[in-house]
């Protein structure tokens, strides 16, 4: 996790943060499914941060991930995880 206000810099931290844990992988010889992790940028501005990779594999990026239950979209509004639980509710009911 990373915060700054120039997009550019929180990135590199980030990637600076992955290639740790690549190498910490790497001695402990686990394997990790790259595919399977998801940055998400929280920002109200329209602009995209950098690419970020673990094992020379870029993370694929996504606008929603669940995190503990909770539905976080990029803006940290509450509209898609309402409409999640909506949904679980009507088929419960």
Not at 1 to 15: E, F, K, L, W
């Amino acid at each position: 996790m990373s915060r700054h206000y120039d997009p550019q810099i929180a990135a590199t931290r980030v990637q600076e943060y992955l290639n740790l844990i690549q190498t910490w992988l790497q001695d402990w010889r686990i394997k990790v499914n790259e595919t399977k992790s998801t940055p998400v940028i929280y920002t109200l501005r329209s602009s995209d941060c950098p690419h970020v990779y673990l094992n020379n594999i870029e993370i694929p990026r996504a606008k929603v991930a669940k995190y503990l239950g909770l539905y976080l979209d990029r803006k940290m509004a509450w509209k898609v995880h309402i409409a999640k639980k909506r949904k679980e509710m009507d088929i419960k009911i």
